[in-house]
């Protein structure tokens, strides 16, 4: 299945310049752990980085720097770590692995967001399957018991 098909296309996002005590109100207003940066560029929004209610605890409020004084972009470091609408969900989850994020932005052909990706997703996809793989046992079971009584 392609990551576009799975992702959740619902994504807060914020501009470089947002503040980091505006990005906390984002996230609790929309209750999300989360925010996409992006720039717009000629009416496009590609991603920039992530920036996480993490993030916010452990460079912001343990280092007792005033929210309201630093921005989401001054947060992100490097390059952000995307993945195409077409690239395979387990694909996806082998890249976050290598990249060590646990929320990823999907990306159009255009490098525009298109969703976000995260750890938790996977969980929940992971027990949908299993709860399918026990049910197949347990038809398998019976089906063997009424077969070979």
């Known amino acids: 299945m392609p990551i576009g098909e799975f992702c959740n296309r619902e994504v807060v996002i914020a501009d470089p310049a947002t503040t980091v005590l505006e990005a906390a109100k984002l996230m609790r207003r929309h209750h999300v752990g989360c925010l996409v940066v992006v720039e717009s560029l000629a009416g496009a929004r590609r991603p920039v980085g992530v920036v996480t209610d993490r993030d916010l605890v452990i460079e912001v409020l343990a280092q007792e720097v005033a929210p309201e004084k630093l921005t989401v972009g001054d947060l992100i470091a490097g390059d952000v770590a995307t993945v195409g609408t077409g690239a395979?969900?387990?694909?996806?989850l082998h890249y976050m692995r290598e990249h060590g994020c646990r929320r990823m932005p999907v990306v159009d052909d255009s490098g525009q967001v298109a969703g976000i990706v995260a750890l938790d997703d996977y969980v929940g996809l992971f027990a949908e399957e299993l709860t399918?793989?026990?049910?197949?046992?347990?038809?398998?079971?019976?089906?063997?018991g009424k077969q070979r009584p």
């Open 88 to 92: 395979g969900v387990f694909d996806t």
């Open 132 to 144: 399918e793989l026990a049910r197949l046992m347990a038809v398998e079971l019976d089906r063997e």
